[in-house]
């Protein structure tokens, strides 16, 4: 397993991530950031635990970042 979080008030609505890992992020049409799917919001850190089969695509996606809010961590 490993958790993805987002620190999703200093997103710049870039798309990176999206495109790294559609099936786990998406764009909001409301406010124009990210999205990190499933994701709970502890304040303003949005996290979310997945299997290893979404890590290389959300690693690509961390990496990616501009602004770099996008951490993981093997559990
Ligand atoms: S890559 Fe980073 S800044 Fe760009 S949309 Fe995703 S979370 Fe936001």
Redesign the pocket.
Known sequence: MITIT?Q?D?????????E?APGR?R?SKRDG??V?IDAKNRRGFWTVKVGDEEGAANEK?AA???????KLKDL
């Not at 990616?64 to 996008?70: D, E």
């Open positions: 987002q999703r200093k997103c710049i609505g870039c798309n990176y991530c999206v790294a992020w764009m950031r990210s990190l996606a990616l970042c501009p602004v770099k809010i996008i």
